[in-house]
């Protein structure tokens, strides 16, 4: 995100980095300190005489201050380079895999610590300069300091990394020509074989990251399988191997946007945290540009079973995970903003928070929002400005305007504004009203959200419209959409389309199946499949999601999908009783991953195909781990780029039942 930049530079259709292109940051530059040869540390900032203050840890190969040469042998999944300092484990904010560097320890805990890279002794191949000029302070981006094919292989192999790690399961190696040919698969802890090949010290790194921090949602907080996993099987009980904890025995807390960037959860939870959760990612040869299929892989992914008895012919091969799908152009891909609003002398202002914390910076751009979205935040905090409006301080409970969420409709052009208040009624709606009219071509939509809890959650429980449509349009592919103002949308209608047609190409549907959907939020899976499907039935524990639903079925005239409100884990199994047996079961759960009793619902219910929509790649492999346990095979898991620039990366998998 950058203050001052109006344009995202020289940013090509080619998936180009924009200003700068391939410019490096020149080798020796330094942040501070001075360059050091040599391996080993120095020590900066204490004597060796001197006592350790009270506060450190004993026995640690590094003490705070300390100044450590580092190779950094991967990236976790905060972006964030992972070295090793005589065997202890550091996470070093803003270094690629690759790359040699000096830094300066900055906290250390039992298992693993924190450096500030000060010198960049080896720059690596992929390291681009940030065409965000604010990139360093912003929490919305966390790697545009790397190339976009680097971006997408590393998405690529934090899902390979994640299915093998903790699903357990064979990853395929590229180029592999067949069965009898393919190897087994590396053994958990060893590495992958191929493209995919991740050192031993990354994925031990990655155990003993999960830090201090806070999840997105209440509820929502990403978790490990425990080494019970292993033997659910055999003991019988798929819920054993589904403990809620890290492999390390804490959890993984799950990663939200901060402010404009990042990932998207299923419902609009609090603003997010500066969490230090991070799952070892690694280094692998660099994907085609611009995220195209090799010929090779996409011949791989045709030839991948889709039935139970080619999958157990072909399970040497392993699951097969082809490239990222990315984006020609990955900029200005997002159709929504959520923007916490603050003071700065006595001045309302409105942006991002700082990366790590909750201090909001005033921007003017963002490079990854629509640049409508950019013009409605500025317009109405101007508005709000002028109207003399205060800014909510979370911390004293007062002040009036919390957050502007802002969408633009990518087809239509259509524009929806929510004003958040600490109120029940909006002070000066008249105006507010008046103004944002004049001032915001094409908006069709003027909420009220009211939030009067001290929460950082985002919206509270009552939506008044003030001026127009209670919603706003769009398009994804042929399917028309109605979004309200809390309707959970995807963010990235380009990669949508991307995401949903590879959902649909993997439920391989001819017209004569049931499908379920479980999680259908307001129907946009659920939809696409009722083109192809017989009968699609969608579940969804949000009532308002479920009238939206609905609705989207009845404006494109489909009248084979229909939709119940509740848990999928409740109703999927009354489902059963009353004899609906789906041929195709899809799921598309929020970052926690599946309740265990849907998976279980799932493997009563043995569907030909399980098609599974994941947004996190732990708790996808976590659960495939359940699913395979149960009688299913995971054949591939197709990784897609929904939010460039940034850590998170959506995948689709496809599991058919083993007869």
């Not at 997002?334 to 991002?352: H, S």
């Amino acid at each position: 995100m950058n203050k001052n930049n109006s344009s995202r530079g020289s940013a090509g259709k080619s998936g180009g980095q924009g200003r700068g292109g391939k410019s490096k940051p020149p080798v020796g530059s330094s942040a501070g300190g001075s360059r050091r040869g040599g391996a080993g540390r120095t020590n900066a900032g204490r004597g060796r005489g001197g006592a350790r203050p009270e506060e450190e840890i004993e026995g640690l190969p590094v003490a705070k201050n300390d100044e450590v040469n580092l190779d950094i042998i991967g990236m976790n999944h905060n972006g964030e380079g992972v070295g090793r300092a005589d065997g202890y484990t550091l996470f070093v904010p803003g270094a690629l895999p690759g790359e040699k560097i000096s830094a300066k320890v900055i906290n250390t805990k039992k298992q693993y610590g924190y450096a500030k890279m000060n010198l960049l002794l080896q720059a690596s191949p992929s390291r681009v300069e940030a065409p965000c000029e604010i990139f360093d302070r912003c929490g919305g981006c966390q790697i545009q300091h790397m190339d976009y094919p680097a971006q997408l292989e590393w998405k690529r192999q934090q899902v390979a990394d994640s299915l093998q790690r903790i699903g357990k399961l064979n990853v395929r190696a590229f180029g592999a020509p067949s069965a009898g040919e393919a190897s087994h698969g590396a053994e958990a802890g060893e590495p992958l074989e191929g493209d995919t090949r991740v050192s031993a010290d990354t994925a031990e790194a990655g155990a003993h990251a999960a830090g201090p921090g806070e999840a997105g949602r209440p509820g929502d907080a990403a978790y490990e399988v425990s080494p019970a996993a292993a033997e659910s099987a055999s003991s019988g009980s798929l819920a054993a191997g589904y403990a809620p904890e890290a492999s390390s025995g804490q959890p993984l807390p799950a990663l939200e946007a901060a402010a404009f960037g990042g990932g998207e959860g299923r419902e609009n939870g609090p603003a997010p945290a500066g969490g230090e959760a991070a799952e070892a990612g690694a280094p692998g040869a660099l994907a085609g540009a611009g995220g195209a299929q090799s010929a090779d892989a996409a011949a791989q992914e045709a030839a991948a079973p889709v039935s139970g008895a080619d999958a157990a012919g072909e399970e040497a091969l392993g699951v097969l995970v082809p490239p990222t799908l990315g984006m020609s152009d990955p900029w200005r891909y997002r159709n929504k903003a959520q923007v916490p609003m603050g003071e700065e002398k006595g001045r309302l202002i409105g942006g991002f928070y700082a990366r790590g914390t909750h201090r909001i910076v005033d921007m003017e751009t963002c490079i990854i929002q629509h640049e409508a979205n950019d013009e409605m935040v500025e317009t109405v905090k101007a508005i709000g400005r002028e109207l003399g409006i205060t800014a909510y301080d979370e911390e004293t409970g007062r002040g009036l305007l919390r957050h502007v969420v802002v969408k633009v409709a990518f087809s239509t052009g259509e524009k929806m504004v929510v004003l958040v208040t600490n109120s029940e009624r909006l002070p000066k709606s008249e105006q507010w009203i008046a103004a944002i009219r004049e001032r915001v071509p094409g908006v069709q939509s003027i909420c009220h959200n009211a939030n009067m809890r001290q929460t950082n959650v985002i919206f509270g429980e009552t939506t008044t419209v003030l001026w127009g449509q209670e919603v706003i349009h769009d398009y994804i592919g042929d399917i028309k959409f109605a979004i309200s103002a809390r309707s959970f949308y995807q963010v990235n209608p380009a990669q949508t389309e991307v995401l949903y047609g590879k959902t649909l190409e993997y439920a391989g549907l001819t017209g004569e199946e049931t499908v379920i959907d479980a999680y259908c939020g307001i129907g946009t899976i659920s939809l696409f499949l009722a083109q192809k499907a017989k009968r699609v039935y969608g579940v969804e524990i949000v009532k308002e999601a479920i009238e939206d639903a609905r609705k989207n079925a009845e404006i494109n005239g489909i009248t084979n999908a229909e939709f119940e409100v509740g848990a999928s884990e409740d109703v999927i199994p009354r489902w059963r009783e009353q004899g609906i047996t789906p041929d195709v079961i899809v799921v598309d759960p929020p970052r926690k991953g599946c309740d265990i009793r849907l998976l279980e619902t799932i493997i009563e219910m043995k569907p030909q195909r399980v098609v599974y929509v994941s947004c996190n790649p732990a708790t996808l492999a976590r659960d495939l781990r359940v699913l395979e346990d149960g009688g299913f095979k995971t054949t591939k898991v197709q990784p897609v780029d929904m939010f460039p620039q940034t850590v998170h990366v959506e995948a689709v998998a496809l599991l058919v039942r083993q007869d």
